[in-house]
């Protein structure tokens, strides 16, 4: 009799999504083709079969194909609570009803990966695992490597056998490495010609059209639930919805939303976008749609390349074109993926050494909205409501946060965004945070965005302030970035005082920000150059 070949894609937490999924369409293509065929796809050589391999009338009936998802507390890349766990929860169930569209099932499996998912695996008898590749964050690749650990026994026992494959990114960071010699470039421009002698990258595979003919795909397991509620997660409080929805339906609109406009996708310059428009931004927000894989790098890539054809003007560059953006993406993980200890200051190579302050008020009125600069608390207050800030907010909080004003380390400021920004990326996140610190990549320290003028130049009438600082919603346009200097009496007529219903400014900005930059200046002077140092550590990485 024929062996069977029961095949498994585990869903990880970055490839919630049929579009371009290639490990997907390899387990379809395994558990869908007979016996006597070849072994399992290569992660190296990833498959292009099209969904038509599952009813192309060569299925056998005894073959099943499962799509699991593991709902691992001790995984650190999966969001464990507020508005990233509930985005993860509508993209967990839109995936669900996109397969059961295609006549499959998602299985939810809750429990250490390394436990739960090989017993799946041993109990349903199957011989094939496909998943997404690791991403350079640690807590990515310790999971697929206690998986991988625990499912030697089953290597033996059933002749199992897992395929990676590489979505997450552009360009697989590997082979990467190995054309710049494990010593990733420090500037984008050096990235750009890098990349640029390899081509473009690989085009994006399209969504199978049907899964699954028949067989325990479609049925419920019985010892698995379905997708739990915060409420079965043990999350009680209640949160405001979801402006920007999770699940690879709103991804997809999204991104065609916003390249809709195909002028302002050629035009798109990233440093005049206004960071203060917050019913439609002006940039594309599909930063959560990435992070989560609800919309694959390759597929932006390439629709935002057809719009550039449509459009017929002649599109921006990088680094400021729309993608520009999606070039820094792989440039920051190139970087991370060959720099030891990237999350951290302490033996980064490319990080200069600050002796940050300590200061566990400043930290929580900046986290919780209080400093007392309404542009700063603001953006802070529209991270916490809606999960998401402009490239230009976020540069002005962190800014403020380090360098510019209250001199706390960048790995503070970096833990509290990674807790709530719906698109948080470890990769992305630490090379944004050393960027802004002036602790590596850009070193014009003495270049501080002003928490009064910076946003005023955008939004002279203050509405952003005015969404998301209620306190201040009837103060005058006038006194609406500085609302301590407003006479008495026009702080009383708009319902606010300073000091009672608003925080007074937590530190003075031109006095800080003067002393700040003698600090910054004296820890430069004693740094060697961060890029020699990242040659003498690739080198040492090498031997
Ligand atoms: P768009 O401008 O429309 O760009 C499209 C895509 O390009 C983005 O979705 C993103 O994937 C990529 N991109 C854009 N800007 C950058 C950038 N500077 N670096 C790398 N990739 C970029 N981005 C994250 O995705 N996750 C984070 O955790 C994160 N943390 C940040 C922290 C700080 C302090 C700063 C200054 C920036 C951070 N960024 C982060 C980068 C950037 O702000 C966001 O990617 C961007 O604002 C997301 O909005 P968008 O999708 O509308 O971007």
Redesign the pocket.
């Known amino acids: 009799p024929q062996e069977s070949r029961n095949a498994c894609h585990w869903f990880r937490i970055n490839a919630l999504r049929l579009d371009d999924n290639p490990a997907l369409l390899a387990a379809i293509e395994y558990s869908s083709s007979s016996s006597s065929s070849s072994s399992a796809p290569s992660a190296s050589a990833p498959t292009t079969t099209s969904a038509s391999a599952s009813h192309s009338g060569t299925a056998e009936p005894h073959n099943t194909l499962h799509n699991v998802f593991v709902l691992d507390p001790s995984d650190a890349t999966i969001p464990s609570s507020g508005l990233p766990l509930v985005f993860l929860l509508e993209s967990l169930t839109n995936l669900q009803s996109r397969l059961t569209w295609l006549g499959s099932h998602l299985t939810i499996l809750r429990g250490q990966v390394e436990q739960v998912l090989p017993d799946y695996l041993s109990k349903h008898d199957i011989s094939l695992v496909t998943y997404e590749e690791s991403t350079p964050e640690p807590a990515s690749s310790q999971v697929a490597q206690r998986l991988e650990q625990a499912l030697h026994p089953l290597r033996i026992r059933q002749r199992l056998e897992t395929s990676a494959f590489v979505t997450h990114t552009l360009y697989d960071m590997n082979m990467l490495l190995v054309a710049c010699k494990n010593t990733p470039p420090l500037t984008y421009g050096k990235f750009l010609s890098l990349i640029e002698s390899i081509g473009p990258p690989v085009a994006p595979l399209d969504a199978p059209h049907r899964l699954a003919e028949r067989g325990p795909a479609g049925q419920t397991d019985a010892a698995t639930g379905g997708i739990p509620s915060l409420a079965e997660l043990g999350i009680s409080e209640p949160h405001t919805p979801l402006m920007f929805h999770g699940g690879e339906t709103a991804g997809q609109a999204r991104m065609h939303h ?1 390249l809709g406009d195909l002028a302002r996708v050629a035009n ?1 310059s ?1 440093p005049e ?1 206004d960071p203060t428009l917050f019913e439609e ?11 989560f894989g609800c919309v694959s ?1 390759r597929r ?1 890539f390439f629709e935002i390349n057809k719009v550039y054809i449509d459009s017929g003007v002649t599109p921006t560059q990088p680094p400021v074109s ?1 993608l ?10 190139l970087v991370a993926a060959g720099t030891p200890n990237f999350d951290r200051a302490a033996g980064n190579p490319i990080c200069k050494q600050i002796q940050w302050d300590v200061n566990p008020e400043y930290l929580a009125a900046w986290e919780s909205g209080r400093t007392g600069y309404p542009w700063i608390d603001a953006a802070m207050n529209q991270l916490r409501e809606v999960g ?8 002005a ?2 800014c403020f946060l380090t360098r510019g004003d209250l001199f706390l380390s ?1 790995e503070l ?2 833990d509290y ?2 807790r709530t ?1 719906l ?11 050393m ?2 610190s002036a602790s590596a990549f850009f070193h014009a320290y003495f270049r501080v965005y002003s928490p009064i003028t910076f946003a005023q130049h955008y939004d002279p009438e203050g509405k952003f302030v005015r969404r998301f600082v209620p306190a201040l919603r009837n103060f005058p346009s006038e006194y609406i970035y500085m609302p301590w200097s407003a006479p008495l009496e026009v702080q009383r007529e708009a319902g606010c005082i300073v000091g009672v219903d608003y925080p007074k400014p937590i530190v003075d900005h031109e006095q800080v920000c003067r002393t700040n930059m003698e600090r910054m200046r004296d820890a430069y002077a004693q740094q060697p150059d961060a890029a020699a140092l990242m040659a003498v550590s690739a080198v040492s990485m090498l031997t």
């Open positions: 916003y798109f990233k976008l931004p002006s940039s594309s927000v599909m930063s959560p749609y990435l992070r790098p932006f729309l520009g953006q999606l070039y820094w993406r792989e440039f920051f993980y998401w800030m402009h490239h230009l907010a976020r540069h909080v962190a960048w400021g970096r965004l990674q920004l698109d948080a990326d470890w990769s992305i996140s630490n090379a944004n945070w960027w802004m």
